[in-house]
C-alpha cells in the first residue's frame, strides 16, 4: 500500500522560509512524477510545483522565483523549498505522485501559516 507523509510546515513570519518534505513508501517512484499542491480555505487546490521522472519542474505562477521542488529517488523523497514567504502562502501543502494514468496518490497534508 502506498503511503506518502508530509512534514515540515509551520508559522513563519512574512519573509521566511520553510522546507516540506515528503517521503513515499509502498513502492518506487523513481519514474513518477511527484508534486506539490496547496489548499487554502474556502479555495480552490492548485498547483504549487511539480518535478517530472527527468527532473522536468513546473511551479504556478505565483511562487515561480520563491520556491525550489527537488526528488531525491534514493530515498522515495520531493522536497519543497520556500523561501520569501507571503501571507497569501498559507494553506494546507500535500504532496502528490503519479505513478502512471491509473494510478496517483496524495498524502494528507501539512499546514503553513505565514504571518504579516
Known amino acids: 500500500q502506498v503511503q506518502l507523509g508530509e512534514s515540515g510546515g509551520g508559522l513563519v513570519q512574512a519573509g521566511g522560509s520553510l522546507r516540506l518534505s515528503c517521503v513515499a513508501s509502498?513502492?518506487?517512484?523513481?519514474?513518477?512524477?511527484m508534486g506539490w499542491f496547496r489548499q487554502a480555505p474556502g479555495k480552490q487546490r492548485e498547483l504549487v510545483a511539480v518535478?517530472?521522472?527527468?527532473?522536468?519542474?513546473v511551479y504556478g505562477d505565483s511562487v515561480k522565483g520563491r520556491f525550489t521542488i527537488s526528488r531525491d529517488n534514493a530515498k522515495n523523497t520531493v522536497f519543497l523549498q520556500m523561501n520569501s514567504l507571503k501571507p497569501e502562502d498559507t494553506a494546507v501543502y500535500l504532496c502528490?505522485?503519479?505513478?502512471?494514468?491509473?494510478?496517483?496518490?496524495w498524502g494528507q497534508g501539512t499546514q503553513v501559516t505565514v504571518s504579516s
Open positions: 509502498g513502492g518506487t517512484f523513481s519514474r513518477s512524477a
Open positions: 502528490k505522485i503519479v505513478e502512471d494514468v491509473w494510478n496517483e496518490y
Open positions: 518535478v517530472t521522472e527527468t527532473d522536468r519542474t
